[in-house]
């Protein structure tokens, strides 16, 4: 079965400083591959998505950035956080129709 | 372009009452529905979808969903809540659009409590 691991779980960092999240699928291939930020409260944001390796399309004009080095590896990354980058961060994977979430990573930004 | 409305933002229900959460939807073509519930600082999990067939859904932990075309609607039902179903529920439409790529559309979401 396929699975969805997301690392850090929870981070704290200062202003200015850089950011790496990292999402790995497995049991599974070429997925579509998707980033999201969830801020206080409850709405989902699409940040970047991929399919597949290298190809990486942004919804959002933002100071983050993401990459997909191998197949089942996506990572969100930022050069120099800001306050309002804090929240929480979701990966998710798709092969079909539904998408399948990580657990999710809290940035608190400080 | 697809979206979705949930237009309660808090919904409240006795455990053992039915539990119902709205969902309306705008897209041009077929939609694609997806509802997912979220607990508390962990991700969103899939519950069930419409994609084509019987307007009735069943999907995961007893929930079931009704599709209904004329109203555009795609509402969330459970006959009889527990508590242990208190979370935030999202409703979510495909974007069908050129080069979507699987996209989703999700609504605002719907906190859902179930007291005792």
């Known amino acids: 079965s396929q699975t969805i691991h997301q690392w850090p779980a929870t981070l704290v960092q200062p202003v200015g400083s850089p950011l790496s999240l990292e999402c790995t699928v497995e049991g599974t291939s070429n997925p579509n591959l998707y980033w999201y930020r969830q801020a206080a409260g409850r709405g989902l944001q699409l940040l970047f998505y991929?399919?597949?390796?290298?190809?990486i399309s942004s919804e959002v004009p933002q100071n983050l950035s993401a990459s997909r080095p191998q197949d089942r590896q996506f990572i969100l990354s930022s050069k120099k956080l800001l306050l309002s980058d804090s929240g929480f961060y979701l990966c998710?994977?798709?092969?079909?129709?539904?998408?399948?979430f990580g657990p999710g990573t809290r940035l608190t930004v400080t | 372009a697809q979206s979705v409305a949930q237009p309660e933002d808090q919904v409240n229900v006795a455990e053992g009452n039915p539990l119902t959460v709205k969902c309306t939807y705008s897209?041009?073509?077929?939609?694609?529905l997806f509802w997912y519930v979220q607990y508390p600082n962990r991700g969103l999990q899939f519950l069930l979808k419409?994609?084509?067939?019987?307007?009735l859904v069943k999907g995961s932990y007893g929930f079931e969903a009704e599709f209904n075309k004329s109203q555009t609607s795609f509402h969330l039902k459970k006959p009889s809540a527990l508590v242990s179903d208190s979370a935030l529920y999202f409703c979510?439409?495909?974007?069908?659009?050129?080069?979507?790529?699987?996209?989703?559309?999700f609504g605002a979401g719907t906190q859902v409590v179930v007291t005792p």
């Open positions: 419409y994609i084509t067939g019987d307007n």
């Open positions: 897209v041009s073509g077929n939609p694609y």
């Open positions: 998710a994977w798709s092969h079909s129709y539904e998408q399948y």
């Open positions: 991929s399919v597949g390796i290298g190809q």
């Open positions: 979510a439409v495909r974007d069908m659009g050129t080069d979507s790529w699987g996209k989703l559309q």
